[in-house]
């Protein structure tokens, strides 16, 4: 019988008295318990570590709990704790969902079915602040998605795994130099992660609810949850009003970053030295290739954008026909809602 890997659950907490102790104990009650809960705060100001350390002194071997010496925020906060995993698999968790009990179980199997797989994702049931049911899953509520599906590169770069969010997935250890350190430019260590994941080829999807994903006003990403539901038209007119020159600046940016990325890791020299694997799996280097291909046109599109924003309305006209006209709006954004977003915005 083949040995099962090791667990570690990296679970993020920052001012979550109300929620983590279900999770927490969620987690702890899953027919294939993890080996290790790395809990790494904050510095929450509330009851959190109070919670944390009563429930972890009745799980000694199990729960460490971490405390982070200065605010490092979400993104930082999850670096903190992946690089702290010791584990084979391990599984990202924000502090106010519920797992459901097979989850680890469950997820599990992908990983052992597949050696190359290096990420895993499952749908979650969204439920409101109590956990009652809202009648959907994330992946039905992004359907137009596909969310269950592989992608090509070109899906995934137009931004169709953006919407898996950290505490659906479960990672391969060895996937930890190619994205450590987390780029803050990136935006979110969910996306970044799953992006360098499907470069390599590594990622599979269990089309199956196996948390709840608890909606409540202390959500973090606002947008995220306005497009979850389904209320794109408030969206769309958040951005025209919101949307300045420094977003577009700051997209090149990240396009810029992720590129540079991805070239590392093509030519061996991704992260420090330490992590800095030995040679990138003959299995990835064709997805590889494609991935940095499309990302160079993404940042192409990036800076476009960026120098039609520049302009006066009168003159944007023109040069963003031709980026239409070509495609870009309808493969890299929103089609004609993304250019209609461009054309109106002061």
């Known amino acids: 019988m083949d040995r099962s890997p090791t667990v570690s659950v990296a679970l993020c907490t920052y001012n979550g008295a109300p929620f983590v102790a279900a999770q927490l104990e969620s987690i702890l009650k899953q027919t294939r318990p993890p080996d290790e809960v790395i809990v790494s705060d904050d510095g929450s100001a509330d009851e959190t570590l ?10 000694p071997s199990i729960v460490r709990v971490v405390q982070n010496p200065r605010r490092l925020g979400v993104i930082k906060n999850f670096e903190f704790a992946i690089a702290r995993a010791t584990g084979e698999i391990i599984f990202l968790s924000d502090q106010d969902d519920v797992w459901l009990e097979n989850r680890i179980e469950r997820m599990l199997l992908p990983f052992a079915a597949n050696p190359d797989t290096c990420l895993v994702y499952c ?8 956990l009652q049911p809202l009648g959907r899953s ?4 992004h359907g137009e998605m596909r969310l269950a599906t592989r992608h090509a590169a070109r899906d995934v770069i137009r931004g169709v795994d953006l919407a898996v969010l950290g505490s659906m997935m479960a990672l391969r250890a060895t996937l930890k130099p190619f994205v450590l350190p987390i780029e803050e430019v990136w935006g979110a260590h969910d996306h970044w992660i799953i992006f360098i994941a499907h470069a390599l080829a590594g990622v599979r999807a269990v089309d199956e609810p196996l948390m709840l994903y608890r909606r ?6 606002e947008a995220y ?14 951005g025209v009003r919101n949307r ?12 810029e970053t992720m590129t540079s990325h991805l070239k590392a890791i093509d030519e061996g020299s991704g992260g420090p030295p330490e992590n800095r694997p030995s040679r990138l799996p003959d299995s990835a280097r064709e997805t590889l290739t494609a991935f940095i291909c499309e990302s160079e046109r993404r940042l192409e599109f990036a800076r476009a954008r960026e ?9 944007r006209l023109l040069p963003m026909l031709r980026l239409l006209v ?9 089609g004609l809602r993304s250019f209609g977003k461009d054309l109106l915005m002061p």
């Open 307 to 315: 120098c039609v924003k520049r302009d006066r309305r009168s003159r």
């Open 123 to 130: 749908d979650a049931r969204l439920v409101d602040q109590d």
């Open 50 to 59: 109070s919670i944390v350390g009563k429930i972890a002194a009745e799980h």
């Open 216 to 221: 409540h006003e202390r959500n973090v990403r």
């Open 326 to 334: 070509r495609g870009d709006y309808h493969f890299y954004v929103h």
């Open 225 to 238: 949850s306005r497009t979850l539901d389904g209320q794109w038209w408030r969206e769309w007119k958040f």
């Open 138 to 141: 994330v992946f039905e509520a």
């Open 244 to 255: 300045d020159i420094d977003d577009y600046t700051i997209e090149a940016r990240r396009w």
